[in-house]
């Protein structure tokens, strides 16, 4: 009975500790994979927190992107002031502006000039030159040629003009100055249809025509002989031109 009891003993003893390394094992494994599970999720971290970095480095680069779009946009802007600055177009509009204001400086009337004729050299005289002064006081434009009648102007016929003497340029007189017309009379021969003339009238070009009114101009002295059948009449210019004023 002693020694069955003994063993009772021993045994029950050693199903005890079994239970208990059993035990330990288990809360072994359970720490194991409470620890792998820490380690898978430290491990997890990083990668999410590179996810992050990478998203903010995409970030980064976005912003760099969109700095270098501002740059494009603020040298765009630069372009553009530097185009409006040089724009050859725009000077080419205000030195346009200034030849449409010369262009507008008033026709001369015939109360804006002194008109005096004189005796052109030769003998027989063939010629005479008209001579306009500005006498206004402001710079006005001599249009065309001079309207000459010699004779009653209702009924004489105006000299006809003379193409070739036509200046390239509008003849601006500034005050006080002068422009000239060279005028045929006649051919110089003693069988022509001549008529002595002391004085005649001449008249301006206006803007869309024949100005309204005229001048008297008196001849040269002695008067002078006109064949209206040969008369003609040159350009106002600033100076006559061989040549172009040779008719």
């Known amino acids: 009975m002693r020694t069955f009891r003994t063993r009772t003993t021993v045994l029950a003893a050693a199903t005890a500790a079994l239970a208990l390394a059993l035990t330990a094992c288990g809360g072994a494994d359970d720490a194991g994979t409470k620890d792998e599970g820490a380690a898978s999720v430290s491990e997890v971290t990083p990668g999410a927190g590179a996810a992050d970095s990478g998203t903010s480095t995409g970030g980064t680069g976005g912003t760099g992107t969109t700095g270098g779009t501002g740059t494009s946009g603020s040298t765009g802007s630069t372009g553009t ?96 100055a002068a422009a000239y017309a060279a005028v045929r009379i006649n051919d110089g021969g003693v069988d022509e249809e001549n008529r002595a003339v002391s004085s005649f009238h001449v008249n301006l070009f206006a803007a869309d025509g024949p100005a309204e009114g005229s001048k008297v101009v008196t001849a040269p002295a002695g008067g002078i002989a006109v064949d209206d059948a040969v008369a003609k009449t040159g350009y106002w210019t600033h100076e006559l031109r061989n040549g172009a004023d040779e008719f």
Do not use: M, W
């Open 81 to 176: 002031a530097g185009a409006d600055a040089s724009n050859p177009a725009t000077s080419a509009a205000q030195t346009g502006t200034k030849k449409k204001n010369d262009g507008k400086t008033p026709a001369c009337t015939v109360n804006d000039v002194k008109i005096s004729a004189a005796k052109q050299d030769g003998v027989p005289t063939t010629h005479i030159t008209l001579t306009a002064t500005n006498v206004s006081g402001r710079s006005c434009t001599l249009l065309q040629y001079p309207l000459i009648a010699f004779g009653e102007i209702q009924t004489a016929k105006d000299v006809p003009s003379v193409a070739k003497s036509r200046p390239g340029t509008p003849v601006v007189l500034s005050a006080g």
